[in-house]
């Protein structure tokens, strides 16, 4: 059994950062249908057999699911999202705020059809405020929200993180969260409700720890001042031998002792938070110097039995091949009848009896299993035929 079997979601989702949270849902075992426009055809790399048995097998957001496509502007596609709804736990869209409206397929339209239904919207800026129209990606969130302010060197410009913020730990989390508790709050309520995730929300309070430091000693946040932004000796990213990096955060006082005993700098200890500015540019000088003494890999063998916290910054290509992440079930083997061995990236939580499975299927083409799901809800081949013909719906 697994966690979230019998559990129905619609996924909506035309991006994705929230697309990422049914993909969690359905790796736990909930039967995910993700609703693609009529049309809709994969964005890269290509639209050949191979290129998109490739997309397949790699856009792993879409992993476990099922897609059907359905012109949500034609009454008839319509009215098979309704019958969807009708026996859904949850639907999940990231449409802008207000389409839903205009479609006929809001959350106050469809709870007609089933009290029970947990309605979760995604979008830049929420439902409402100010800025609830406005467009916008990861970058300009945490611009919004004073996150991107902190990223980067001291002297230098902010600095993009990827997509890792806004996108992923953001909409890509916190909807599974939310959907996670009103699923709980309907076993006691017998309703369902709905859900308004904004972008900017979920970042601002992941800045939480800098927006209460700020808060609690009226001291301004600026990137490569603070030790979470790179600005201490003792918590910075410095330069190895070979021209590689290695991610140095050593914070509490004894793995400090452990680190300045280690190097043979045993007064350094009472010299962790420099307040000088001329004291703490010595200290980056000399553990700059330090660690360019040693290759990235040198320094990770030497520091794995010091007990202090040093790591190397390998690229993508080299966390693939990680011992740890491949003990830990992050990188996930699988064999394709096509391509061979693949791989997939794990699943996170680890639930002792009620464990993911994120190999179950592969993601879906586009309206693969249109005809599938249509039959499931009683249409008969003719019907389907005459839906097609419509262009209410389309199998790819």
Known sequence: MQALEGVKVLDLCRGYPPAFSAMLMADFGADVTKVDPVGFVVPFPGTTPEAKEKWSVYSFWDRNKRSIMLNLRSQEGKEVLFKLAKTADVLLENSRPGIMERLGIAYNDLKE?????????????????????????????????????????????????????????????????????????????????????????????????????????????????????????????????????????????????????????PDFIPRQWPKDEKERQKMFTFLGELFLSKT?????????DKQVMIAPVVYIEEALSDPHLRHRQMVVKKEHPALGEVIHIGNPLKLSDTPPDPTRSYSPLPGQHTDQILSELDYTQQQIAELKKQKAVEQS
């Open 113 to 265: 059809i089933n009290p029970r239904l947990i309605f979760c919207a995604v979008s830049g800026y929420g439902q409402d405020g100010p800025y609830r129209n406005l467009v916008g990606h990861d970058n300009n969130y945490l611009g919004v929200c004073g996150t991107l302010s902190l990223i980067g060197p001291k002297d230098g410009p902010p600095v993009m993180p990827s997509n890792i913020i806004a996108d992923i730990a953001g909409a890509g989390l916190h909807p599974f969260m939310g959907i996670l508790l009103a699923l709980i709050a309907r076993q006691k309520t017998g309703r369902g409700q709905f859900i308004d995730i904004g972008y900017t929300d979920c970042v601002f309070a992941m800045t939480g720890f800098e927006v209460a430091m700020y808060l609690l000693t009226g001291e301004k946040r600026r990137r490569g001042k603070f030790a979470q932004t790179g600005g201490a000796p003792c918590s910075a990213v410095y330069q190895a031998k070979d021209g590689e990096y290695v991610a140095v955060q050593i914070i509490e006082p004894q793995f400090w002792a452990n680190f300045c005993n280690a190097i043979g700098k």
């Open 296 to 304: 990235r890999e040198e320094w990770w063998e030497w520091a794995k």
